[in-house]
């Protein structure tokens, strides 16, 4: 009986002329293939699963929060993210100023983002602007304060991101809090993913007990000092700082709080929101195989505590 899926064997030539034969158990690699697609599609999905994947979050009532995944700036990625506004209207979309290429040119960045703002506006959708790599993180802030002043005028528009894993991230929050404005702020508290690259500049936190420290009093600053019309995005999977949220949420009758969880993590946590009425949203990230690793390693790196019981 023909077996699709048998063993091939191969002639591997070496520079001395002589012959080995390699065996390869194509089942094995079949199995191999199989279980890495599972597992990536059960943290991001591919452009043609997006519509559907967006479909089945809202019928969950767990809004996404969209982004496309590829980081690189040598392709039309502002024509991606442009069509996506324009197709999936009254949405979250997550911009990484890297895809736009903030390290490249600064001004075809600010461009191509206003412009994606503008359509944002215009299909009632909203702006996260991811924080990134602490070397380009100066630029991303620059342009991420600029658009929030001029699109925050009336509502919450564009979404800054703090990265409370870093030294001075409650000062930094504060100075946005506290500091005359005429613009509403959106705020996006995240604990960090780019542990690997930030941690040799010295710009982290000393530990990870500080890190959460710094988390939970971004959000009792958020609450002591953001107005009612000021939003707070709690992107976390930390179980206290969910529940220090709620606390707030619950005793002030806020209702500018709100949370979100990564794709295919803390479905739990997400589902408990929900049905203590938490608006609570859904990290959707997409993008083609090769685009997604950075992505997941990141994520990995991050989450490894929790990613190891998934399977």
Same mark, same amino acid.
């Not at 002589?18 to 293939?33: E, N, P």
């Not at 999905?45 to 809202?58: D, E, H, R, Y």
């Not at 001004?107 to 959708?125: F, G, R």
């Given at each position: 009986m023909y077996h699709m899926f048998d063993v091939l064997s191969m002639p591997l030539c070496l520079d001395s002329g002589?012959?080995?034969?390699?065996?390869?158990?194509?089942?094995?690699?079949?199995?191999?293939?199989?279980?890495?697609?599972n597992?990536?599609?059960?943290?991001?999905?591919?452009?043609?699963?997006?519509?559907?994947?967006?479909?089945?979050?809202?019928?969950?009532?767990?809004?996404?929060?969209?982004?496309?995944?590829r980081e690189s700036s040598n392709?039309?990625?502002f024509n991606e993210i442009k069509d996506k506004i324009c197709t999936y209207p009254c949405n979250t979309f997550a911009i990484k100023l890297s895809t736009l290429g903030v390290d490249v040119s600064e001004?075809?960045?600010?461009?191509?983002?206003?412009?994606?703002?503008?359509?944002?506006?215009?299909?009632?959708?909203t702006i996260m602007i991811d924080a990134e790599q602490h070397d380009i993180q100066d630029r991303i802030e620059a342009l991420t304060d600029y658009?929030?002043?001029?699109?925050?005028?009336?509502?919450?528009?564009?979404y800054k991101t703090y990265q409370m894993y870093k030294k001075g991230a409650n000062e930094r929050l504060m100075e946005d809090l506290s500091g005359k404005r005429d613009y509403k702020l959106g705020v996006k508290l995240v604990r960090g993913a780019y542990v690997y690259q930030d941690k040799r500049l010295g710009v982290l936190c000393k530990n990870e007990q500080?890190?959460?420290?710094? @988390?939970?009093?971004g959000i009792l600053d958020f609450v002591s000092h953001g107005t009612f019309e000021d939003k707070l995005l709690c992107a976390t999977h930390n179980a206290r700082s969910v529940y220090l949220a709620r606390y707030y949420i619950d005793h002030h009758d806020l209702k500018n709080i709100e949370f979100a969880q990564l794709l295919g993590m803390c479905d739990y946590m997400t589902k408990d929101?929900?049905?203590?009425?938490?608006?609570?949203?859904?990290?959707?990230? @997409?993008?083609?195989?090769?685009?997604?690793?950075p992505y997941l390693l990141r994520r990995v790196y991050e989450n490894y505590p929790m990613i190891r019981y998934l399977y």
């Open positions: 002589s012959v080995f034969q390699i065996k390869i158990d194509l089942s094995l690699v079949y199995s191999v293939h199989i279980q890495t697609m597992f990536i599609n059960k943290f991001t999905c591919t452009p043609s699963q997006l519509g559907g994947m967006i479909t089945k979050l809202c019928a969950q009532n767990t809004p996404p929060i969209i982004d496309y995944v392709y039309d990625n001004n075809k960045c600010a461009s191509q983002l206003e412009s994606l703002i503008h359509y944002a506006t215009q299909m009632d959708s658009y929030m002043q001029v699109s925050n005028t009336e509502k919450v528009v564009v500080e890190t959460h420290q710094q @988390y939970d009093q929101l929900q049905s203590r009425g938490y608006k609570t949203y859904k990290y959707l990230p @997409y993008g083609e195989f090769r685009e997604s690793v």
